[in-house]
């Protein structure tokens, strides 16, 4: 299928090839640049292009370049960190949300393509993860900061994650680290469509919020709020029991904003084991009828949240996500977007790779890490050896040709090299009882029983 040199690392390092492959279909220069003169605001173009910035800022979250600056030494850019920086930081926020949804939706066409989606685990309901994400303190590099000595926060955004795609289907960032997340929940009651099921912790158990879901025609599974505004209709009744604990429900009567009042759902969960919050019940509100979704149904829904939290971890761990060396919010929130770009790739590079092997249980057993390995320790290389001609089919391909170019490289994956090390139970930590008063020892003598 490849001439070549591309051939042998198509070969070789097929994961990777398949992220640069779709680097060049989804962002490559001149698609992205003509992307960014449609959708901007304020920001022009000048001596950087907007292609650039991505390329540069790419390298780094994907781990092959440790710092802007190294990337930027890389690159063939013409103007000067400095200017770099500069432009980083001119960024809108708008800019950085809209490339998200940009991504997201082409993965999605590909996921589709591929035949790579989930099953529902709710059929005619488009199950969406909300939850925030605080960027990490940034270094004191601004004048203003360096005589803090409190942490200097970059921002905060709410992600949308797509359960049936496993990739981030929205984002919405905000510059004020201080900002509560709520007051972001305005934003993404606009973007609610009809037959989506939204799921999220009880930070996010706003009366307003659900009455906007529910008058858009969709759904929602929230864990309720201790100051919920709800009145009970009947007393809890018990619906059954699971491995985690026994479950009851009840009709509760809310009050919207506007004065009407509805009929909702209320699932109790008492845990045989409490949270590490110390929570020995779960209490869930719903607004899905009962004949469309049982209690037990909800409950495992909302169980199946922690993938967000996953999504996450995936992001701070393979990729680098929160780039502290940017102090100005719009610039780290950039930053912090293509990692979600990045993650969205690697969610085609999984939905693929579940396309051409049906028989292998990739979700639990293939670890996004070796991926990310291979990724980071091949690109280098593979740049300087292939030429930029040998690129080009990708950038023109249509989304059937890529769904065959990824499929052709995902059967080359051996799946046994990218397995998951799964370890077993938790120890107790072993007390450290000997030695006490010594501030170092032998481990030699130690061994030797001297």
């Known amino acids: 299928m490849f001439d070549g040199i591309l051939q042998k690392f198509a070969d070789q390092a097929p994961g990777a090839v398949m992220v640069r492959a779709l680097l060049e279909h989804l962002l490559n220069a001149e698609r992205l640049d003509a992307w960014f003169e449609r959708t901007r605001g304020s920001q022009y173009t000048r001596k950087i292009l907007f292609s650039s910035l991505v390329g540069v800022l790419l390298q780094v979250v994907c781990r092959t370049h440790p710092s802007v600056h190294a990337a930027y030494r890389d690159s063939a850019i013409a103007a000067s960190i400095v200017a770099v920086y500069g432009k980083l930081r001119g960024v809108e926020l708008e800019t950085s949300q809209a490339l998200v949804r940009f ?19 709710l059929p005619g309901h488009r199950i969406k993860y909300l939850d925030g994400n605080c960027l990490e303190a940034s270094e004191r590099r601004l004048k203003p900061l360096r005589e803090s000595a409190a942490a200097a926060l970059s921002g905060k955004s709410l992600v949308v994650f797509d359960k049936a795609l496993d990739l981030v289907a929205d984002v919405f960032p905000c510059a004020d680290g201080h900002a509560q997340e709520r007051a972001l929940l305005g934003a993404v009651s606009a973007r609610v469509a009809a037959q989506d099921l939204w799921v999220a912790d009880r930070n996010f158990c706003v009366l307003s919020f659900l009455c ?12 309720e709020h201790s100051q919920f505004p709800c009145k009970p209709l009947e007393p809890m009744r018990r619906v059954g029991t699971s491995p985690t604990g026994a479950r009851f429900e009840q009709a509760v009567q809310v009050t919207t904003p506007s004065g009407e009042t509805a009929v909702w759902r209320r699932i109790q969960v008492k ?14 509100v719903t607004n899905l009828p009962a004949e469309v979704a049982a209690a037990a149904t909800i409950a495992e829904i909302y169980r199946t949240r922690w993938t967000i939290e996953t999504a996450f971890q995936k992001l701070e761990d393979h990729l680098h996500s ?3 060396s940017l102090g100005y919010p719009e610039a780290a929130l950039f930053g912090f977007c293509l990692a979600l770009v990045a993650f969205n790739l690697y969610a085609v590079v999984m939905a693929a790779l579940r396309a051409a092997h049906p028989k292998a249980n990739v979700d639990d057993t293939v670890s996004g890490y070796y991926l990310a390995t291979e990724i980071a320790n091949t690109t280098a290389g593979m740049n300087i050896a292939v030429d930029d001609a040998d690129w080009a089919r990708f950038a023109t391909a249509t989304h ?22 799964k370890r077993g139970p938790k120890k107790a930590p072993t007390p450290r009882t ?6 170092h020892i032998s481990t030699a003598k130690v061994l030797a029983g001297t």
Do not use: H
């Open 271 to 284: 845990l045989k084991t409490k949270t590490r919050n110390g929570d020995s019940a779960l209490i869930l």
């Open 103 to 121: 991504i997201a939706a082409e993965s999605a066409q590909l996921i589709e393509g591929l035949q790579g989606a989930r099953p529902p685990l």
């Open 322 to 324: 929160e780039i502290n």
């Open 434 to 439: 000997k030695y006490k008063g010594k501030t």
């Open 400 to 421: 059937e040709q890529m769904c065959t170019f990824l499929l052709d490289l995902a059967s080359r994956v051996n799946l046994a090299q990218w397995r998951k090390s």
């Open 212 to 223: 906007a879901i529910e008058r858009a025609a969709a759904s929602f599974i929230i864990r």
